[in-house]
């Protein structure tokens, strides 16, 4: 974001620091005379100020994330969590911040429920970004069906892979539905695509291919421009990353590749070898898994694979 967007707000922000650390204990009364809870909120609103300073909502999300799995038992610290995402967007109301950026924290405070396990429920804010998130999701699907058909239904099943392959790996609906979504969108970048190479009826060049992969960073790019769909930049940018860490762009692998974009990358692949094209006939669904075995540790994560196995078998891993 540019930085004369931001850096107004999070001077003005700074400066009223203890103002929003009081607010969020009004809000939050089972920690207003709890020292730890005082605390615990202030130090929330000076890792928010930083954030917003540094434009880093990764360490500050990180730093949520160990602090409620360490209190979590604590009624204080989970009053303090559910009362300063809130308060915090309420004081950037009030300091007229850019829209794009309390957009940007809407999806942060999407993530804090989400670590604190109330995403979806009675926050008005959270249920109205979700809201705003399937809209969007829904247009960008019906540009990828004017764009090219196979491109949408190839798509919207790898959606649907990857949200079994999530539930049958244990992931919470939370993230379910985060995998599920990035899954719908993961070729987005394929619309910035020239067409004579994007709707080609035969095996591209060698320097097609070059280009043809660019359409992850540039899906990334399509969505960094619309704060709440930013959280599924990771599966868009990755989801053709190797375990062997021989893929792109950033040549990651193992657990440096984020587990969402893991999942679509199976997800992907399967749909992709039992679909026909004009250029090769489809694979039988059983060539396809046997081919996702074959590159387990390779190209895929094992783990990934070993679910969608599952799934294929009725349950059975072999």
Known sequence: MDSSIRWPAATRFNERRFLVRDTILERAPEAKDSVF???FAECF?????????ADAWTPFLSWVDATYRRHAESLPARSIFAAAPLAVAEMLERLEAAPELRDEFRCVALEIATITGSAGGSDG?????????????ASIVGELRALDPVIADHSQAVSAWSGRIAEKMGLSKTQTARVTRGGLIHDIGKSKMPKEILLAARTLTDAEWESMRDH??????????????RQLCPIVRSHHERFDGLGYPD??????????????????AFTAMIAARSYRQAMAPEAALEELKRCKGSQFDPSVVNAMVEILNGGKDS
Request: charged share 25%.
């Open 45 to 53: 609103v000076e890792r928010v100020a930083e954030a917003l300073s």
């Open 251 to 268: 040549g990651l692998d193992s657990q440096r590749i984020p587990l969402p974009a893991r999942i679509t990358a199976v997800a992907d």
């Open 216 to 229: 992850a960073l540039a899906g990334e790019r399509m969505l960094m421009q619309t704060p709440l769909l």
């Open 37 to 39: 809870g005082r605390a």
């Open 125 to 137: 804010m959270a249920s109205a970004a979700l809201e705003e998130i399937d809209i969007a999701l």
